[in-house]
């Protein structure tokens, strides 16, 4: 059974491609240990899209953060150091022709609802990219 308290958690990795595994990993332990099995397959699948994109465009360190909010949404997003915002998604139907820049296809596909924002923190500027899950 999900919590029904909120919970967030942020994990900070760097500019480093074995980063997303690390990412995948402990999304789907901390999805488990608070009884979200269920939604695991598509938050992997979400999260390692986001922070693929963080680690691969960006030459900085970079961030996933998972949070709960009862009654039932699952918000996951990658920080990046780039304040450039993200290539938007290509058509789906288009998507199985490209070889890169299907990410942001399959969280628009995926998730209920995603987009992103700008970030300035103590004189650092970047961008957050996060998309949400209904658990329901």
Known sequence: MPDTDPWEYSLYIPNDLRAVTVSRRTLRLVL??????????????????????????????????????????LRIGAWDADPEPPEPPAAFGRVEELEEGRGLALVRACADVWGWHPLARHGNRGKYVWCELASA
């Open 32 to 73: 488990t240990m608070h009884g979200l099995i269920r939604l695991v397959d598509v938050a992997e699948l979400l999260a390692t899209e986001l922070v693929t994109n963080a680690v691969r465009h960006t030459k900085g360190p970079a961030a996933l953060r998972i949070r709960w909010s009862p009654p039932g949404t």
